[in-house]
């Protein structure tokens, strides 16, 4: 157990929807990072929070946004989904930017 | 160009026996680190050992080690006395700077392992 804690683990919708992914990071890690996984782009970093303050975009598309809360917990908004968007989505965490990253358990987005 | 390289789709090995999963990077930064992941077939990313790039010695963790070669941009993983439990996804990822002081992890495409009895 890496003490990341992602909800909800499979999430099936329609295109056109919008969802909300939700991640706890591990007691005391300041720093929430959300990564896609999909057969096709591998895994890719999407954006970087550090309490509270985004810190880094990657591959994120404008469709995609994401939060950090001062509970410290993120949550990452797909919407007008598609259906390219399909894939596993990590939250990771870590309690200062160079040192391991511990994943979540992935939230599995299927959409129909 | 990409910056994590894992040359082996996939990979069979003894239980019991050791084995060498392939990692090879390109940076031109000095600091950078390199890391491994595990992900079972149940999908989740399982840390396993990390390796700085000043650091003179190799990382060991359990059964787990990175063979380090930094002029060759190699850092390999060995895994000692396979275990049925071995089987998965290892991925190599490399800390790369994502600016404003932040870091994001860059992945290889993965090697799969497989454990035979």
């Known amino acids: 157990d890496s003490g990341v804690t992602q909800t909800p683990k499979h999430l099936i919708t329609a295109t056109g929807q919008r969802v909300t992914l939700r991640c706890s990071p591990r007691?005391?890690?300041?720093?929430v990072y959300w990564y896609q996984q999909s057969l096709d782009q591998g895994l890719q970093f999407l954006i970087h929070y550090y309490n509270g303050e985004e810190r880094a975009k990657g591959n994120i598309l404008e469709r995609f946004s994401a939060q950090q809360f001062p509970d410290l917990h993120s949550e990452l908004n797909l919407s007008s989904l598609e259906l390219g968007d399909s894939a596993l989505y990590f939250c990771?965490?870590?309690?200062?930017?160079?040192?391991?990253?511990?994943f979540g358990d992935g939230t599995r987005l299927s959409i129909l | 160009a990409q910056k994590i390289t894992q040359t082996q789709p996939g990979m069979f090995v003894q239980e019991k026996e050791a084995v060498t999963l392939d990692c090879t990077y390109d940076t031109s930064d000095q600091s950078y680190g390199l890391f491994w992941y595990k992900q079972p077939s149940s999908g989740e990313m399982i840390f396993l050992i990390y390796q700085g790039s000043y650091d003179e010695q190799n990382a060991t963790e359990g059964r787990y080690s990175l063979n380090f070669q930094k002029a060759r941009k190699s850092a390999n993983l060995v895994i000692s006395a396979s275990q049925l439990g071995d089987s998965a996804m290892y991925f190599c990822a490399m800390r790369e700077p994502a600016g404003a002081g932040s870091y994001q992890l860059t992945f290889g495409k993965g090697t799969k392992l497989s454990v035979i009895p």
């Open positions: 007691s005391g890690d300041l720093s």
């Open positions: 990771a965490s870590s309690v200062e930017n160079r040192g391991p990253q511990h």
